[in-house]
């Protein structure tokens, strides 16, 4: 079976971009966005004391086991038979998940109102393309076209990639990589070559040669290209994580009072869907194409976001359901719905793969326990004006997940990970910030809660200190999650593999 790939000799590239632009125009590359990039590195800085600057193409790596794919919640991503990654257009709602999860920095998404205007790409060809993610698929329409005629990719100029086509030095060559006599397999068995991020396990299919020297790596990794802060999640997807969280964590904190027997009103059974559908709401405002947000609902088979999103549609009805007509199976199914949804929102942000401060484990935990930690001091805040009689369960049930939150996050700061971790985790080991997340998350809390639990305050100063404390609660939980969402999201650098000689 082919696999195309491609071989790009550093040696002979001399950073003119002119691959960059050939693509970009071949192939109606929306304004604002670029497929390929050339990345000048200073051999200085890589380890080597030779003066001078190598030139790093990169485009999609088109990888066997791609982070892009196994996230897009809308099936719009895609994997040829003959290995080449590719985007349904059609289907794409621009939700940004798969730019999170490419460790090659190799797609992005453009919309209207982040280019500029009238340009002649927007006028023209390009404008279908707002608002989706876009990225090389190695001219496939033109490999495919090549290959009905006869021709040979890699060989007949017809049948190859534009940027092969157009490079001035030679460097660029396709071919298939699963034939050991193609002219790709060829230059992989003569010359010295790497891959990049080998160690994330992608299988890139992208090659370069390059001379083990000429970074003095030999054999170890280097960074060639630094981190940088991820620009598609804003305010609207870390909304969705502190409401939706908070919604379907209050809907299982008033089950567990009801299943105490303890007399809660009912209101908590449709507040929950409704903070639930609110952060969704403000989750689809944020996706490019809005309008086909139906579409995530296809890829529940390997997407967490489309898991998300089909806990949330089950868990509103069945909840508004329940509420008209209280029955205990219907609970029992709104309540596991809510769980589903909680999970699936730390699934979320664990599996970014290409964010490290994100791609920890622990970070699934952070998010479901301070999603209980909003739900209680919402619920708290509450039961303040409405219902006294629910506060000392609520401060129990505040204290404890205050307590596991506090030590997940001291056992996330404390760990150790690669540069783009450390960027993202220094922001969050700040006093300002730390004063948010443990200050007012834990300590507050410590203290109020406690207090609500053992002194014995009369009703006034009892309502006063649910109300700060649950304040406090579900302030820091919030600020805790936008922290993490909004400053820890630093896209992994670009690393050299080891040369294979
Ligand atoms: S390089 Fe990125 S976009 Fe391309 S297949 Fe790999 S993960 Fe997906
Ligand atoms: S639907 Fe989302 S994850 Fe899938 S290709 Fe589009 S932007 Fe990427």
Known sequence: MT???MVIDLEKCVGCDTCSAACSQMNHVPAGAGWRQVIPLDMPKLGNPQNGRLFLPTNCMHCSDAPCQTVCPTTATFRHADGIVDIHDELCIGC?????????LARTITRFDEVYAFTPELLTTASDRSGICTKCNFCLPRVEAGLAQGLTPGVDAAASPNCVNFCIADAIHFGDLHDPASNISRMIQEKPTMRLQEELGTDPAIQYVMRPDYTGMNGTAVELVPPRKQKVWHKPAAFNFILGGTGAAVYLLGLWLDWLGVPVTEWYKLLGPVLVGLGLLGLTLEAGRPFRSIHILRGWRHSWMSRE???AVLFMPLAFAEWIWPHAALALLAGLAAL??????????????????????????IMVAASF?????????AAALFNQTVIPYLAVAGLVSVLVQGGLWLVYLRGSGDKAFGLG???????RSLLVTVGLGVVVPLILLTGILLVDLPPLLLGVTAVFGGGAVLLGSAGLKAQ??????????????PVQT
Do not use: E, M
């Open 340 to 365: 589903a949804f909680l999970i699936s929102q730390g699934f979320i942000v664990y599996r970014s793969r290409a964010v490290t401060a994100w791609n920890k484990p622990v970070v699934l935990w």
């Open 96 to 104: 940004g998940y798969c730019v999170v999860a490419c460790p090659y």
């Open 373 to 381: 930690v909003s739900g209680a001091g919402f619920f708290l805040l």
């Open 425 to 431: 985790t220094a922001v969050l080991r700040k006093r």
């Open 484 to 497: 993490l969402i909004l400053q820890a999201g630093y896209l992994r650098g670009i690393q050299a593999g």
């Open 3 to 5: 696999r195309w790939g």
């Open 309 to 311: 999103a089909w806990a």
